[in-house]
């Protein structure tokens, strides 16, 4: 057995057990991160943090909602809107949340695509991203499902029907997911334990994995500069701390995140105080009823964009338009064949390939919320096709870019 | 190691993880069969529906295994028109129609066969429009505008008088499967 001195205090006790001091270096003090960053770098941790909100609020609505085609729409609209004390606030907080999160997870996806920040050395860093991403979409589905009404039941209907496979009409597939013929019961029931325990117990193991991944290529910087991480931290710790290029993660770096995270706060208990309604769509007020499609199905507005990739083509091809769509980000630091770790705006062409893959997936969204009729279904059609052409367009202009 | 025990080592290595994969399979296929449709679920699976009081061009919907059942009754017109026309798929539109006596009446699930919303009925254009992402169907259920990759799909049925057993596969119903008028559901 290990010697163990007396201790003089608690965390001098709990040190000579767990070594938390050196958890706390390694961990904090002295974990790296460049100085030449701005505010979008605070976007991993807004994320920790809104998740950990969606946790927390999570665990309050579980302790009413019942998992159950007859009592699930009522307990979520009469007992925790109208019962639990505080149980709306809940309510709220887990939908804006929802909704919220992915609009910061697509900043700090494109913060990524931007400054280069998924090549050389950074591949895991954005394909365990990518994962995290498809990880919260699943979570974000079977969510929906859970208040059981008209758009949960008709969203599940038409998204578990995407894997008939079209002309493949692979029924049993679909049925096995459902547990049913249509969705009910069964299906209600299983989309409850996704959602509470096996989707958040992913995303929980993929979070430490995407930290780890940025462990050891460090954090990106706006210049996309390569340096010495271990020379910049010893003047760090020399005292030099003007002239090094870091600082530490704890508790430097984290009191900006803190910053970010204040006013990010605000827009987000602004947004669940008086606009809660864009997160709760009013056709989901109506109990779920099999035998009666609402006029229009569309997807909350985060998956717009890559619901429109499938809704102009005809079956088979939309279908694999739409899988291609969900996979394609993950091919990114394998399409992008220039070596230049560097922002967009010194990348010639790539500089334009961005922004208009940035604007399509905006014409994509707005595009899914129209109904498909007339010159909107031109303008979806055009900005899908567009979509593949740039993915297309992609390993062949970075091919060609200068080297910096 | 030493290199005397390798061999040893590397046989109960491979027989360990041998049978730990062995119960993994066993474990995977329990975990399939546990999404399965429960039995009560496959049983409810059979629904009578009566066609004597149906109208022409007026369209009844009845439940079946949880989905909407589109009846509509054709008259002589609607009939004649059917006899010449084929779908988007090449199928031909009379093949759809079941012939009870002298009537002629369609009958399928009311569920898009593109991604499953309900289209509507237009009984003055005697067509059916999907809402979510404007397929079109004739009023024998054939598809005429894509995204659908085919018409409305014919539930298994078996002819009892003027009755219908949806759930039970007829000789009319097999021979729609047979001749590909429908796929199975």
């Known amino acids: 057995m290990a010697h163990f001195e007396k201790a003089n205090s608690i965390g001098e006790w709990l040190d000579q057990r767990l070594a938390v001091e050196t958890l706390k270096r390694v961990l904090q003090t002295e974990y790296w991160i460049p100085k030449n960053i701005n505010f979008l770098w605070a976007m991993g941790m807004v994320l920790a943090a809104t998740f950990g909100i969606l946790l927390i609020s999570g665990i309050f609505l579980l302790m009413y909602y019942q998992p159950n085609v007859n009592l699930a729409f009522d307990s979520v609209n009469y007992t925790i809107m109208s019962q639990v004390g505080y149980g709306w606030l809940w309510r709220h907080v887990h939908g804006v949340g929802a909704s919220v999160v992915f609009l910061i997870i697509y900043i700090h996806m494109f913060t990524g695509i931007y400054y280069g920040s998924y090549k050389k050395g950074r591949e895991l860093i954005w394909l365990s991203g990518m994962l995290l991403f498809v990880l919260f979409s699943a979570e974000a589905f079977s969510g929906y499902m859970l208040p059981w009404g008209q758009m949960s039941y008709w969203a599940g209907m038409v ?44 995303i929980i193991g993929v979070i430490v994995l995407h930290f780890g991944t940025l462990r050891i290529p460090h954090v990106n910087n706006q210049d996309g500069e390569e340096f010495d991480f271990a ?40 947004l669940v105080f008086y606009h809660f309604e864009f997160a709760m769509d009013p056709v989901n007020f109506d109990p779920a009823n099999g035998l009666k499609t609402p006029t229009h199905i569309y997807p909350e507005w985060y998956f717009l964009w890559s619901y429109e990739v499938l809704r102009p083509f005809s079956t088979n091809i939309g279908l694999i338009a739409f899988a291609t769509a969900q996979v394609i980000f993950f091919m990114l630091p394998f399409l992008d064949r220039s070596p230049n770790v560097a922002p967009a705006s010194r990348r010639g062409a790539f500089q334009i390939w961005f922004w208009l893959m940035l604007l399509d997936i905006l014409v994509l969204t707005f595009m899914g919320k129209l109904p498909p009729q007339g010159i909107w279904s031109t303008v979806g059609l055009v900005a899908a096709l567009t979509f593949f052409a740039l993915w297309i367009a992609l390993p062949i202009i970075t091919k060609f870019e200068k080297k910096l | 190691m030493a290199n005397n025990t390798k061999g040893r080592r590397d046989f109960m290595g491979m027989a360990l993880g041998g049978f730990t994969a062995l119960g993994g399979i066993g474990a995977l296929y329990a975990m399939k069969r546990t999404w399965d449709p429960l039995p009560s679920v496959k049983a409810a699976g059979f629904t009578t529906i009566d066609l004597k009081d149906v109208q022409d ?12 059942i589109f009846v509509l009754k054709q008259s002589k017109e609607m009939v004649a028109k059917a006899q010449n026309e084929i779908g988007k798929n090449g199928k031909k539109s009379i093949n759809r129609l079941i012939k009870i006596g002298d009537n002629y009446y369609m009958v399928a699930v009311g569920l898009c066969t593109h991604l499953g919303c309900i289209p509507g009925y237009n009984p003055e254009k005697e067509d059916f429009l999907c809402a979510c992402h404007g397929g079109m169907y004739d009023a024998t259920a054939n598809v005429t505008k894509a995204p659908p990759p085919r018409g409305l799909d014919i539930p298994p049925f078996k002819i009892d008088g003027t009755k219908l057993v ?12 047979a001749d590909g008028t429908t796929l199975a559901v």
């Open chain 1, 231 to 270: 020379e910049a931290a010893e003047l760090y710790k020399a005292g030099n701390v003007k002239e090094s290029k870091v600082i530490p993660f704890s508790p430097v770096f984290l009191s900006k995140d803190v910053l970010v995270m204040g006013v990010y706060f605000l827009f987000f208990f602004y």
């Open chain 1, 159 to 202: 998204i578990t029907n995407l894997f008939s496979g079209g002309s493949l009409h692979a029924n049993g597939l679909v049925e096995w997911i459902r547990g049913d013929y249509v969705p009910g019961q069964a299906f209600l029931n299983r989309f409850f334990m996704l959602h509470v325990l096996l989707v958040p117990l992913a």
């Open chain 2, 166 to 177: 949806l759930g039970e596969a007829g000789p009319e119903y097999k021979k729609m499967l």
């Open chain 2, 57 to 68: 061009n007026v369209l009844v919907t009845e439940k079946w295994r949880g989905k909407p």
